[in-house]
Every structure is written in C-alpha cells, then in structure tokens.
C-alpha cells in the first residue's frame, strides 16, 4: 500500500471531518424524549365528542406503565394516553403548549415529557418545568369492559 501525500492526508481529514459534523447535526436533531407509540385507526372510534379505545388493539396500553397516542390530522384529535395503574389512565392533549411537539410518558417519574426533551408536565395538566407557561390539557375517561371512554371537551378544537 503506498503512503498518502499531504494533500491527500488533509483532503481526507476534511471530508472525514465533514461526515462527522452531518452526521452530529443529524443526531442532534434527534435528540429528545421519545414519544408515544401511534396507535392503528382500527383501534379507537370517535362518536361525537366521545373517543373509545378498544383496549385489546393497542398492546402499548397492556401493562402498567405503557403509553399509545391518537395523532389523528382529519378530524384533529392528539391525544397521549398513559395506563398509571391497574384500572387508572391518564389521558392529555399530545400537543406541547410551548410549540406542539408531541409527548413522551415516564413512568417512574409520572410525568409527560414534550419531544423535545424542554417542557414536563404532572398527570394533572400542571407545569413541573418549562419553557411552557400553560398547563396541559387533561381529559376525563371511564373504562368500560375493554373500552378506554375518553370524553373531549365541546371547545376541544380550540385547544388543538
């Protein structure tokens, strides 16, 4: 193998150098908390103002702990669903305040975590840290047999 000239070491370096600032640029952007999982529309149904999950279908809600979201653009419903118990859920807008990136769920700490890794909020909708300034919308729900009821507010559009 023969030696590299000088001019050869240094163009190398540069576009070594240059792969490594794309490819730290790239993973900078990726950085954050990880969302929730998307769940299929074969799993939840929307009548009226009543979402109902169909608990057998979403294998992300099956155990304490797990997190599923609803990022449905046609008819705007963003919803972070977080099973916190046995028979306890807590469900959320999926849409940061502070610049509506999507949710992520900790489990340990009980908290939703905006995608960008900035903004955490209680499970109650209140601000642990922000930049967001506003709470988190928080829904009420019922479960019925193998049914997650999730009941959206009539001014629900306003808050998307």
């Given at each position: ?23 730290s640029t ?78 992520g769920y ?55």
């Open positions: 193998m023969s030696e590299l000239t000088r001019r050869e070491f240094l163009k190398l370096m540069g576009l070594l150098a240059a792969g490594v600032a794309i490819g790239t993973f900078l952007e990726g950085c954050g908390f990880p969302t929730a999982p998307e769940v299929g529309t074969d799993a939840y149904l929307l009548e009226g103002n009543t979402v109902k999950v169909m608990l057998e279908r979403v294998p992300q809600l099956s155990r304490v702990g797990g997190s599923a979201a609803i990022m449905n653009d046609k008819d705007k419903i963003y919803l972070i669903i977080a099973r916190t118990g046995e028979n306890r859920y807590a469900v959320a807008l999926n849409q940061c305040p502070h610049r509506e990136k999507p949710f900790d489990h340990q700490s009980e908290i939703f975590i905006c995608a960008s890794g900035k903004s955490e909020f209680r499970l109650d909708g209140s601000i642990v840290k922000g930049p967001a300034e506003q709470p988190l919308p928080i829904y009420k729900w019922r479960l019925e047999q193998e049914t997650l009821h999730i009941y959206l507010p009539r001014n629900y559009q306003q808050e998307v």
